[in-house]
């Protein structure tokens, strides 16, 4: 049996590809105490110090035996990791190459004796790629402590290290994006400083190198008293002369460096909301603000906006966007928005790793350069913010920590954040300004009500507007509310709403612990109690929703009511305040709003049954989606949706694109909700349904956490052939995210499953999978069986088209081993098989794999005649993203025969298209066409 120790990160102990059960956080240090110095004995002394410090408990000996006899059950079946008793004291006797610890200082030893060049990078590239996290991630004593200090210090060294390979072979702009990270996260690196301006001035940008010697200059000797470095002030000198001996060698690749290249600026992001029509007052927190930014103009400023008490729905957004929208000049280099929804009843607040991702998708990151962990992140993102007059607008927070990785480190903008709650926090440990917001006075209470009943009408009823001002106790959104009710029903006389709504609130109590005033909940009920039963009927079941917003189409399926139907329902609902299409065709409410609709949902028709056509609306949907971006995927056995379900009609891969975008941050609360709900077939498929679309938009870490779901629910349903395809879609996240193991130990439990199973053809599958793994690993040598293995499989229970693919495959590997005759050979096999089964998609790609083989025989005629033929075919299909890396290697042979206007044209045209999706590979264009 295999055995693999996995210590940099959280401590896990595979065995066959399985996770053991390696007990408690105790038992766990015992292990790793060995594991640190496999192979050699551990003084029993040593061993008691290292787990417990200087608080051994009593007895600690027979304690100590007792988790040692534990471990030896967990790792019984493996005869290769044995846990013995020596004269020295306790040895684990297992191959060091077995624990990544020592494998990743093995890797790094050999990097070093390699040189400077492509081998060195490979194996720092894997000997970093080892590391999951925090060495000893769960775990902390003393010792522990001082051995990942040790490792931290070794992982920034071989860091370092492949820094000065990649900068050595020309490999610059595929740094920087990294390089800007690690500087902030370490600031005061001299050599992690002097890599990064060297990046920079050979990425065009020698005024930020400057600048940033500079700072780190001032910094040392405002802080340490100290000069830089002699090798860092010799480096500034080059820069500042602008030394040709700093010039780069040309570069081994080109890879997307996650930002702009020289003479590219960032994209301007303009993400604001619409500015409120009917915004009213606040004329003192206005000057407040303008007095605050006026006074950090150039520093940066952040102003926390909360509500005295606590309470929703008191203008909080809006006034920060009105502010936003009137001072927009303040901040030429754009605006971002996010609603961290820290308060909606229905779903959980945003994660800061989700805002993240958000703004550092709009701030034009390629997704291949977005870390994995959050810290990293957030030092990239404040890395490309730093010194830009950008405003950032974060609403609705629940607490200090979701706020504190989207803040800025130093900006010449400005950050409004809005919440309920005063964010102590932010304002002790961040220098945040505090704006509190009460309730509106009087006078704005009344012009605001004004302003919707028209002056005409208020002036005969005086008496009632005063009562209706002092029914909403100046709250904004309870004004707005009851002024659209009023508004609706034009007969209605002020006196008879006043009077509803008087008697309205002596009957009910506060909402939530006084998260809503008595006067919200009274206006709410009156004005639920006013519509129409099909939009009383439709509110109520929209408290079953979850997500930031909902579509028509999901509206209908939600009520079971046709699209025509529900869109004159919806329209009375927004008429009526209750909900806001702030989009056309998609509808939102106050979180405020969705919380009285969650109450009445519990009154309302049996909820499960319209959650479930919304379920099927989403799965339905979704899959035709799946099968526009994917024709050739094993499809799904979707039960029949339920009736009265209307599914979006999605006509071509556009549209299948644009929903999925639309659609992705709904997607995935339903995916969870689903599965909490007891959906369990849901939050089954849909993951499934989301893959390509994750894959082509580079949202990988969205998919690991969709596809974790969708594994607990195949779980929960005991479908084992859905955890295997599960697992298989889980490896390929984790792929994409370069978490080889992770990849790796996945696929090891597909391929386990899919045996059991008898399932030959799922063997296949996995088998293609762990080539295409090794492939990305750059092991086209370890890849080629596992093709050879999805060939004979495939040949046994598979179709025509089945076989193709992994002739082609096979073909794919023998190419990039450099064994191209051999390549030719198995891809006009495949080809002859594709055009058999009528299969398009298969031609073009077999077509692709001969013209990549043509090329690199220097057969550059027929390279062009294939990859035309594969432009042809992926032109008629309609995938355009195929047909944009085809565009891309007819370029590369274009340029190899000398016709570089032809070549520039093909990477143009790709660029373009790459671009349009979104898609990470449209970084190496851009440094082609550079």
Same mark, same amino acid.
């Given at each position: ?16 590809? %399985? ?17 640190? *110095? ?14 417990? !410090? ?29 846990? *013995? ?17 020592? %494998? ?27 590391? %999951? ?106 820069? @500042? ?100 929804? !820290? ?16 703004? @550092? ?78 309730? @509106? ?222 659609e992705h941050p709904v997607l995935l609360a339903t995916i969870v909700h689903a599965g909490a709900a007891g959906f369990d077939v849901h939050a089954c498929q849909l993951p499934w349904t989301l893959a390509t679309f994750f894959d082509r938009r580079g949202h990988w870490h969205d998919w690991v956490t969709a596809q974790h779901e969708g594994l607990e629910a195949a779980r929960r349903l005991g ?35 899919? !045996? ?23 092991l086209p040598r370890e890849a080629l069986p596992h093709a050879h293995r999805t060939l004979e499989l495939y040949r046994a229970v598979g179709t025509p088209l089945k076989q193709a693919v992994a002739l082609n495959a096979v073909g794919w590997y023998h190419s990039q081993l450099g064994e191209h005759r051999e390549a030719l050979g198995y891809g006009e096999e495949a080809l002859a098989l594709s ?31 294939c990859y035309r033929q594969a432009l042809d075919l992926f032109r008629d299909i309609g995938d355009r993203h195929a047909e944009a890396l085809v565009r891309d290697h007819l370029g590369d042979t274009h340029h190899a025969v000398g016709d570089a206007a032809t070549a520039r044209e093909e990477w143009r045209q790709a660029l373009d298209t790459l671009e349009r999706l979104g898609h990470p590979a ?9």
């Open positions: 049996m295999a055995v693999e120790f996995r210590v940099l990160g959280a401590i896990e102990v595979c065995v066959d590809g %399985r996770p053991a059960d390696i007990g408690h956080v105790r038992q766990q240090c015992v292990l790793v105490a060995l594991l640190v *110095e496999a192979e050699r004995a551990v003084p029993i002394d040593q061993l008691v110090h290292r787990v417990w !410090g200087d608080h051994p408990p009593q007895r600690v000996r027979s304690t100590l035996h007792s988790y040692l006899s534990r471990l030896r059950q967990v790792l019984a079946p493996v005869p290769e990791a044995v846990i *013995e008793r020596r004269a020295g004291g306790y040895v684990l006797a297992v191959d060091p190459m077995t624990v990544d610890l020592h %494998r990743f200082r093995d890797l790094v030893t050999r990097a070093r004796a390699a040189g400077r060049d492509e081998p060195g990078v490979s194996l720092l590239t894997d000997a970093l790629g080892l590391w %999951r996290g925090e060495a000893f991630a769960t775990l902390d004593t003393p010792w522990l402590n001082s051995v990942r200090e040790g490792l931290d210090a070794e992982r920034l060294a071989a860091e370092l290290d492949r820094n000065d390979l990649l900068l050595g072979i020309g490999r610059h702009a595929d740094l920087l994006a990294g390089l800007s990270a690690a500087a902030a996260a370490h600031p005061w690196d001299e050599r992690l400083a002097g890599q990064l301006m060297l990046a920079l001035y050979r990425c065009g940008r020698q005024a930020a190198a400057l600048d940033l010697y500079q700072r780190l200059r001032l910094r040392l000797a405002d802080e340490l008293g100290a000069d830089p470095s002699p090798p860092l002030r010799r480096l500034h000198q080059q820069v @500042l002369t602008a030394d040709p001996a700093l010039d780069a060698p040309e570069a081994a690749t080109a890879v997307s460096a996650g930002v702009p290249p020289a003479g590219r600026r960032l994209p301007l992001p303009r993400q604001l909301p619409a500015s409120p029509s009917t915004f009213t007052g606040r004329a003192a927190e206005l000057a407040r603000l303008d007095e605050i930014m006026t006074a950090s103009a150039g520093r940066g400023a952040t102003v926390v906006i909360s509500a005295i008490g606590g309470s929703g729905g008191i203008g909080k957004t809006w006034l920060a966007l009105r502010w936003a929208h009137d001072n927009a000049h303040r901040f030429p280099d754009g605006q971002l928005y996010v609603n961290l929804r !820290g308060f909606d009843p229905t779903t959980d607040p945003v994660a800061p790793a989700v805002a993240l991702r958000g703004f @550092l998708d709009t701030l034009g990151v390629a997704p291949a350069d977005i870390p994995a962990d959050t810290d990293a992140q957030a030092a990239l993102y404040r890395s490309l913010i730093a010194h830009r007059r950008i405003l950032i607008v974060l609403d609705n927070a629940r607490d200090t920590a979701t706020v504190t990785p989207l803040l800025p480190g130093t900006s010449a903008g400005a950050v409004l954040v809005t919440s309920r709650h005063q964010l102590g926090g932010l304002v002790t440990t961040h220098g945040a300004r505090p704006l509190a917001l009460d309730v @509106l006075p009087d006078a704005d209470a009344r012009d605001l009500l004004l302003r919707h009943l028209g002056r005409q009408r208020a002036a005969s009823d005086e008496r009632s507007v005063a009562e209706l001002v002092r029914q909403c106790a100046g709250l904004p959104l309870a004004l707005g509310i009851i002024a659209a009710r009023a508004a609706l029903q034009p007969g209605l006389s002020l006196a008879a709403l006043a009077g509803e709504l008087r008697a309205a609130g002596t009957r009910l109590d506060a909402l939530d612990a006084g998260e809503l005033a008595v006067n919200l909940r009274a206006v709410l009920s009156c004005s639920y109690r006013a519509l129409t039963p099909e939009a009383a009927r439709l509110f109520a079941l929209l408290g079953h929703t979850h997500g930031p917003d909902l579509s028509l189409a999901a509206a209908a399926s939600l009520a079971g009511t046709p699209i025509g139907a529900t869109r004159s329902v919806l329209h009375q609902l927004t008429a009526a305040h209750l909900v806001h299409e702030h989009v056309p065709g998609r509808y939102r409410m106050h979180d405020l709003v969705r919380l009285h609709a969650v109450e009445l949902a519990a009154g309302a028709e049996p909820g499960r049954e319209a959650l479930h056509r919304l379920l099927d609306h989403y799965l339905h949907t979704a899959y035709r989606a799946a099968l526009l971006l994917s024709p050739h995927r094993d499809p799904l056995t979707l039960t029949a949706a339920r009736p009265g379900t209307v599914p979006t009609d999605l006509a071509d891969l556009d549209a299948a694109m644009l929903w999925f975008t639309t479908a084992r052939a859905d955890q295997a395809q599960a697992h298989r879609l889980l490896a390929n996240a984790y792929s994409n995210l370069r978490r080889y193991e992770d990849a790796h130990g996945h696929l090891g439990c597909a391929l386990t499953l899919f !045996g059991e199973l008898g399932d030959d053809a799922g063997r296949a599958h996995v088998h293609l999978d762990i080539a295409m793994l090794f492939d990305r690993q750059g055009q058999q089964a009528g299969s398009p998609y298969g031609q073009a790609n077999t077509w692709d794999s001969l013209g990549f083989a043509h090329h690199h025989l220097g057969e550059h005629r027929q390279a062009i005649a449209a970084g190496e264009l851009r440094a082609k066409l550079r």
